[in-house]
């Protein structure tokens, strides 16, 4: 059970540790190894697309889930009495996150009740009737981390957008599990993912998927000489 976190396979293992005894052996701070990082970048960024759908070029590379939640709630551009919706089943790092956005940016933070819901038709009735004229952005997850249950993405997306609303997805539970598709039937603005859950990757490897119409409005959370 890879939910949390469990062993990888010793294809993983056997990738970092040739990986550091090139960087070791090639120099860590060398001109040859950050040309070589480049090139493992944009390979990743490459298999990225092709595992989970959409253009490579929408792929940061993150540490985990609750990074890449937070590089889009603290790059979004809030107004104070903006409002922020979450769901009653969200990770609390993710929660922890929205609390404190809440409190720098006087933003109206309400959690709707997804627990009580039993199918997709009643998840769906519940996110939209707590939507409101104010509401920016939507943050839920694809799969349950708390029941296991599968919310219907596509339908719930299309929905806040028709309300004017941005939708952040925790892909903590669904990548790896389910086959997605970015780019198109899962496709929502932002969908955060983690490597070291149901994907058998390391723990310190996720990723920020940005839907190309959404890069026009997020700005930089972290900036840094390696960015």
């Known amino acids: 059970n890879f939910g949390g976190q469990g062993t990888f396979p010793n ?3 056997d990738a970092i540790v040739k990986t550091f005894e090139y960087v070791q052996q090639t120099g860590p701070f060398s001109p040859a190894i950050f040309a070589w990082l ?34 889009v709630m603290w790059g979004l551009d809030w107004q104070a009495g903006d409002h922020l919706l979450l769901t009653d089943c969200e990770h609390f790092g993710v ?15 309400t959690f709707c009740p997804l627990s009580r819901a039993e199918n997709s038709a009643q998840m769906l009735d ?22 296991g249950q599968t919310l219907p993405v596509s339908e719930i997306v299309a929905a806040c957008h028709a309300a004017g609303a941005l939708v952040l997805v925790d892909g903590a539970q669904s990548a790896g599990a ?28 996720g990723t920020l998927y940005v839907d190309p119409a959404a890069l026009e409005i997020l700005e930089p959370t972290f900036v840094g000489w390696r960015g």
Request: aromatic share 4%; with cysteine.
């Open 11 to 13: 294809s993983s293992v």
């Open 38 to 71: 480049q090139e493992q970048q944009e390979a990743t960024r490459q298999a990225l697309g092709q595992e989970l759908g959409g253009e490579p070029s929408c792929f940061a590379l993150t540490q985990n889930v609750t990074e890449g939640c937070n590089i």
């Open 126 to 147: 519940v996110v939209v009737k707590a939507l409101r004229p104010s509401t920016r952005l939507v943050v839920l997850s694809h799969v349950l981390w708390n029941t």
């Open 178 to 205: 389910l086959q997605l598709d970015l780019g198109g039937k899962d496709k929502a603005d932002f969908y955060a993912i983690t490597g070291h859950k149901w994907m058998c990757g390391p723990e310190g490897v």
């Open 95 to 109: 929660i922890h996150a929205a609390k404190q956005i809440q409190r720098r940016r006087k933003l109206e933070l």
